[in-house]
DNA sequence: ATCCAGATGGTC
DNA sequence: ACCATCTGGATA
């Protein structure tokens, strides 16, 4: 079931958490490619000194402050998409970055999805998909019949530069998956 | 296994 | 001058 748009008008913090265990779907031609999320990263308001929006409203960030339930999609290094969904009210910016994905049928034979530019390789989501509503039909996020997945935080990865909010647990996965991106 | 340099370009 | 990444090569 896909989710609408009050899934995404909560708390940053709470949206990140539940959206361990549903599934990310990108409609490519005829086929359906996608997977179970199994890691996310929070980032939360302009005081937090590792989320884009700590600039306020500049152009890139600009789609942090819009409805939620839209896609927030940016490169980094030059060379790598990083996807993820605007969350709470229009005008507070904050959102989860998707940082890995439990690859569906045949998706694995595309690429891998571990990582937040890997899984946007693979699934083909690119800027170009920047600021696109998720409750329409060509990116969306679904809910499935799974049990609940355990879910374990620890900081965020490659933040160091943002002080004390390097050191908060704002990014969740599943334990128990291996497609968990590495590092620590 | 860990370490690390280099690729590459938008953003502030 | 950075930077929410990834890969491949060197080292052990």
Known sequence: MKLKRSFYARPCLEVARDLI??????????????????????????EDQACH??????????????????????????????????TEPKGSPA??????????????????TDGPGKLCRTLGISRTHNGLDLTADLIWIESRRDKS?????????????????????????????PYVSRRK
């Open 149 to 177: 997945p355990k879910v374990v935080t620890t900081p965020r990865i490659g933040v160091d530069y943002a002080g004390r909010w390097a050191r908060k647990p704002w990014r969740f996965l599943d334990p128990n998956s």
């Open 53 to 86: 929006a700590r600039f306020g409203p500049t152009p890139r960030a600009l789609t942090l402050y819009g409805e939620p339930g839209h896609a927030y999609v940016f490169l980094i290094y030059g060379m790598y998409d990083c996807f993820n969904v605007v």
């Open 95 to 112: 959102a989860v970055l998707i940082r890995a994905l439990e690859p569906q049928e045949d998706v694995a034979k595309l690429g891998k």
């Open 21 to 46: 265990g549903k599934h990310l779907i990108h409609r490519r031609g005829d086929r359906l490619l996608g997977g179970r999320i199994v890691e996310v990263e929070a980032y939360v308001h302009e």
